[in-house]
Structure formats: structure tokens, C-alpha cells
T-cell receptor, first 115, second 111 residues
Framework: DAGITQSPRHKVTETGTPVTLRCHQT?????MYWYRQDPGHGLRLIHY???????DKGEVSDGYSVSRSKTEDFLLTLESATSSQTSVYFC??????????????FGPGTRLTVL | GESVGLHLPTLSVQEGDNSIINCAYS??????FIWYKQESGKGPQFIID?????DKRQGQRVTVLLNKTVKHLSLQIAATQPGDSAVYFC??????????FGTGTRLQVFP
């Protein structure tokens, strides 16, 4: 299996509290992505990173921030969690060789419940 | 804007038959497409990819077809097996390196 892990795997928190999810890779891939998955919506892109300290917004970035201070870690932060952010969060990594994308892998997911 | 959509939410096939899962996209700038399989409780798993300069690509029991004229791609699974039961997603990527997913098709295989 590809070297990508997420922590925590499950979390229950209260509305208004900050939450940070961590994605860690050992593949040294350039690209990292955070998605949320909800019934009927598939996987929606929250933020992504194309290098250390290089990040950009996805489709549903409001209420989320990210940081990537080193290649292997991509952090997703909910500054003040709301019940609408209850979801399953997936991290993904992808490599690129020249113009060719390769090595797309997903993490196991984090189930977040905001009460 | 960018969007990748699926034609059908559920597809039921008999074991041994071929399956065809369809996907439409709207961004003509998309230059790379990926099909993923997601089993219950797991993250999506890469199946096969195709670049926009190709019309067809084959893997083991799977074939992806890309029709850029009508912005449509399909995933064909030959001799569908019970282990193929899962949700299948197409995803498109364009030059901003955003990987955008469709809503998914659930494939159900019955004996």
C-alpha cells in the first residue's frame, strides 16, 4: 500500500471548537489534496497543495484552511467547526513526472462528527 | 466552471456480463482523467487513467474510452465479478492541477 496516512481516523467534537486533521505521506509526492465526502455529493475538493507552502482553494473551501510546511505533511484546519462540516475527509497524493501525472493514492479517511 | 458528472447513480449487472459506466465533463481544458473504485468504508482506489491525447486505454479487464467531441468518457469492465461491486468515480484534472470528481455510480453485481 502507498505510504499515506490520516490522523485521527475518527473524531467527535463540538460546534465552535477548532479541529486539525493531518495527512502524512512517505512517497515524496508533490501534490496533496483534501476532499470531503457526503452522500449525494461524491468527493468535493476543499484545498490542495502543489508544493511546500503552495496551496490553493477547491470547490468548498469556506470554513477551512490548510498548511504545508514540509513535503510529507498537509494539515486541514477547521477554525470553528460547524455541524455542516460533519463528513468523511479524505486526503490524496499524486506524483508528476514531466507532464505525466502518476501515483494517485488516497488515504483511509477521517470521520468527523460535529455536535 | 469545472464539473464532472455521472449519468446513472446505480448500475446492476449480472455476474459475467460486461459493465459500462459513463461520465460526462464540462471543462474542455481537462487533459487528464482517472477512474477510481471505492469500496464501503475505504478510500477511493485508482483503477485506470487516460490523457486527452488518447481515445482508449486498456488495463486488466478494464477499458476507458474518451470522446473529446462530446466530452464523455466511459469505463468498461469485462466479465464483471462480485468483487467489482463498489462505487465508481470519474475525476478530471486540468492545468491548474485540481482533481475534480463526479458524484459516483454504484455498481451492483448479482449472481
Amino acid at each position: 500500500d502507498a505510504g499515506i496516512t490520516q490522523s485521527p481516523r475518527h473524531k467527535v467534537t463540538e460546534t465552535g471548537t477548532p479541529v486539525t486533521l493531518r495527512c502524512h505521506q512517505t512517497e515524496n509526492h508533490r501534490y496533496m489534496y483534501w476532499y470531503r465526502q457526503d452522500p449525494g455529493h461524491g468527493l468535493r475538493l476543499i484545498h490542495y497543495s502543489y508544493g511546500v507552502k503552495d496551496t490553493d482553494k477547491g470547490e468548498v473551501s469556506d470554513g477551512y484552511s490548510v498548511s504545508r510546511s514540509k513535503t510529507e505533511d498537509f494539515l486541514l484546519t477547521l477554525e470553528s467547526a460547524t455541524s455542516s462540516q460533519t463528513s468523511v475527509y479524505f486526503c490524496a497524493i499524486m506524483g508528476k513526472t514531466g507532464q505525466h501525472y502518476n501515483e494517485q493514492f488516497f488515504g483511509p479517511g477521517t470521520r468527523l462528527t460535529v455536535l | 466552471g469545472e464539473s464532472v458528472g455521472l449519468h446513472l447513480p446505480t448500475l446492476s449487472v449480472q455476474e459475467g456480463d460486461n459493465s459500462i459506466i459513463n461520465c460526462a465533463y464540462s471543462n474542455s481544458a481537462s487533459d487528464y482523467f482517472i477512474w477510481y473504485k471505492q469500496e464501503s468504508g475505504k478510500g477511493p482506489q485508482f483503477i485506470i487513467d487516460i490523457r486527452s491525447n488518447m481515445d482508449k486505454r486498456q488495463g486488466q479487464r478494464v477499458t476507458v474510452l474518451l470522446n473529446k467531441t462530446v466530452k464523455h468518457l466511459s469505463l468498461q469492465i469485462a466479465a464483471t465479478q462480485p468483487g467489482d461491486s463498489a462505487v465508481y468515480f470519474c475525476a478530471g484534472l486540468h492545468n491548474t492541477d485540481k482533481l475534480i470528481f463526479g458524484t459516483g455510480t454504484r455498481l451492483q453485481v448479482f449472481p
